[in-house]
């Protein structure tokens, strides 16, 4: 079935910045697009990022739009986050997700720490 493999995540200061990957197995990769969504302690998850198949459409929330790059590569069936300029904000673990066959699937999710 539909799995993904991320990594990535770790503690930084504020301004610092992390990329995350996200390996995905069990779906036509390349024909589907991918988000990355993040839960923060006792919060909602919520919306990061997400990008097209194909890799030409991407959207992303207000609250990291212009810091945030969402990436893939279909020949090797990724899907990167790029984060820059970290703030304490964006301190949550993030998902990646796909909406496959009328499901929902999630990987795992990787934390990410920003703090001082």
């Known amino acids: 079935q539909v799995q993904f493999a991320e990594s990535g995540g770790g503690s930084v200061e504020p301004g610092g910045s992390l990329r995350l990957s996200c390996v995905a197995s069990?779906?036509?990769?390349?024909?589907?697009?991918v988000m990355w969504y993040r839960q923060g302690s006792g919060k909602e998850r919520e919306f990061v990022a997400e990008i097209s198949s194909d890799g030409r459409y991407r959207k992303y929330a207000d609250s990291v739009k212009g810091r945030f790059i969402i990436t893939r590569d279909n020949n090797v069936n990724t899907v990167y986050l790029r984060m820059n300029n970290l703030k304490p904000e964006d301190t949550a673990v993030y998902f990646c997700y796909v909406r496959y066959q009328v499901s929902d699937w999630w990987g795992q999710g990787t934390q990410v720490t920003v703090s001082s």
């Open positions: 069990g779906f036509p990769f390349s024909d589907y697009g």
